[in-house]
């Protein structure tokens, strides 16, 4: 039972690289979420989505992109990629929206 | 706007002993309330969560936690710690949108052998 996926789990990036971490989930949730962990700052919520073809902003939405053409799959994009976005990602989903979130493994990210 | 709060960013305690994890959140309504835990390098998995009805609730793991509304606190507690307990702790209220989660700033525990 995989759960959610998110890939790749290590990446580094150079400023200014585009880059998409992917999420998929076999759990067919409705809600997906973005979330960055920086260190002794919890967790920001970046974007949600609560079915395929809608996507709203989080907490911490600029930049990056997000797009959910189906249920299973929820890409986060980094365009411009900057030393602030340095960070730990994590993506999740739940059936119901606030209820129970499943948690990717994370990706952690490091932009020189 | 709701807010949570985790006042202690580490907590050390022996193998054996008893642990009470602090939280406090901020929230006009009756709020959904959550806790998770983070293994080192893992992503976050629930322990319980609260929405109506008894306030002690029970967990995974042998972990359990106590909604008191007039102190607006959701405390964390398991009578004897593991070393395996040692994870940082995350709490969490549903958001006025229903979608999302506030979250503390998390705890860290230490477990000494």
């Known amino acids: 039972n995989a759960g959610v996926t998110q890939t790749p789990k290590f990446r580094i990036l150079k400023i200014g690289q585009s880059m998409t971490l992917q999420c998929t989930q076999d759990m067919n949730h409705n809600y997906m979420y973005w979330y960055r962990q920086d260190p002794g700052m919890g967790l920001k919520l970046i974007y949600y989505s609560v079915g395929a073809g809608i996507t709203d902003k989080g907490e911490v939405p600029n930049g990056y992109n997000v797009s959910r053409s189906t249920t299973e799959d929820f890409p986060l994009r980094l365009e411009l990629a900057a030393p602030s976005q340095t960070s730990v990602y994590f993506c999740?989903?739940?059936?119901?929206?606030?209820?129970?979130?499943?948690f990717g493994e994370g990706s952690w990210l490091t932009v020189v | 706007a709701q807010s949570v709060t985790q006042p202690d960013i580490h907590i050390t305690v022996s193998e054996g002993a008893s642990l009470e994890l602090r939280c406090n959140y901020s929230y006009g309504a009756t709020p959904y309330l959550f806790w998770y835990v983070q293994s080192p390098g893992q992503g976050l998995q629930l322990l319980l969560k609260y929405f109506s009805g008894d306030t002690l609730v029970q967990g995974i793991k042998g972990f359990e936690a106590e909604f008191k509304r007039s102190q607006s606190s959701f405390n964390l507690r398991k009578p004897s710690v593991h070393w395996s307990d040692a994870a940082e702790y995350f709490c969490?209220?549903?958001?006025?949108?229903?979608?999302?989660?506030?979250w503390g700033a998390g705890t860290k525990l230490i477990i000494k052998p």
């Open positions: 999740a989903s739940s059936a119901d929206g606030g209820n129970t979130i499943y």
């Open positions: 969490a209220v549903v958001g006025d949108s229903n979608y999302q989660l506030i």
